[in-house]
């Protein structure tokens, strides 16, 4: 029989952080059955007026999710350590998806945007992939020289020469929303990395300058930015999606109009099952429901930092801030856009959203970071950790010697 000492001693023993990544897995899949229900609401009547069934568009979501769920089980069992030596060869692949998308013939245009391969309803959208393949590549990079970080030629330029690569392939679609999540995603993981704050605050500013040149280069651009600062001056064609998505969010008051039953989504609203959801989900679940959607983005962000902070090396807390970033900051520009203090930028909203490659792209980076969270150590009561180092750069210190 084991003694009162040593089952105190057992109790004081740190357990492994399991708990942490099963938070995430239930709340990323909380996530997939509020988009499978609010995809079937807002998307029946569409469906039922271009296919002839209200079922349509949920089903190819559900089998979607079946797709992102295989996904992210498949992330969760690998290393995320094997992605480092891959980072070259996805950015690779990435990239040359990304120019074949811009050739004639080859990609599928949308409403005036090349953005998809494939054919019929088989389709993959490489600026997804790139999206992981650039936050590899920067955590790679990043935890590779981390003794170098002082050094913008070793580190920032180097990470910044491919980021306005892919950003300017991504732009040429056009999808300007699309560039501005990714340059978000690689500037958290340049700061989280230590990057000297006067080269941050100079990225930041360069960036801004940059973002607003691009957004007011192209005419349709220029018009959504302008329509997002006065919708109600042209409420028939510019600034109609806007004030459509704010009427939904108003009508719903505090506890919606029930599930089922919007009225936006009987033709006044465009996109109401993709870009404009969160519309549907303020008209039919209300203040109350349009909360608490935020606060489960809230909660993955605490979730994805938690990870990102007890994982076991460098590379593990840059790739899981490079995820969590991605999610998070797509999720609030869209819903953003949304409630009209932010211009419309054309991105779902994370695991919500009617989207199939976007989708399992998206599961499967969040098997990623459930991987690095499944691995994280645990943090002692009383104790706080210290920040993660890549094994082979601890720095010893001296130990004074008893007299």
Known sequence: MASRTDTRHARRTPRPAASGHLSLFALVVLLDVIGLVMVLSSSSVEALRAYGSSWVFFERQLLWVVVGLAAMAVALRVDYRRWRSLNGPLLAVSVGLLFLVLVPGM?????????????????????EVAKLALLVFTAALLSKRADRVDDPRATTWPVLAVLVVVALLILRQPDMGTALVIGCMVMIQLFVAGTPVVTMGKLLLSSAGLALVAGMAEPYRRDRLLAFLHPWKDPGNTGYQS?????????????????????????????????????????????????????????????????????????????????????????????????????????????????????????????????????????????????????????????????
């Open 107 to 127: 990609g599928i245009t949308v409403n005036g945007s090349a953005r998809w391969l494939g054919a019929g309803q088989f389709r993959i959208q490489p600026s």
């Open 243 to 403: 004030i459509q998505g704010l009427v939904g969010l108003a009508t719903g008051g505090v506890f919606g109009v029930g599930l089922g039953a919007s009225r936006a989504k009987w033709g006044f609203l465009p996109n109401a099952h993709t870009d404009f959801i969160f519309a549907i989900i303020g008209e039919e679940l209300g203040l109350v429901g349009s909360l608490a959607v935020v606060a489960l983005f809230v909660v993955f962000a605490i979730l994805g930092v938690r990870a990102a902070a007890r994982a076991p090396d460098r590379f593990g807390m840059l790739l899981a801030s490079g995820i969590t970033a991605w999610i998070v900051v797509q999720a609030f520009v869209n819903i953003g856009a949304v409630a009209g203090v932010l211009p419309i930028t054309g991105v779902p909203l994370p695991f919500v959203s009617f989207g199939g490659s976007s989708l399992v792209v998206l599961m499967f980076g969040a098997g990623i970071l459930l991987n690095v969270a499944k691995q994280g150590r645990p943090v002692e009561a009383g104790r706080r950790r210290s920040r993660p180092v890549e094994a082979g750069r601890r720095r010893s210190r001296p130990v004074a010697r008893a007299r």
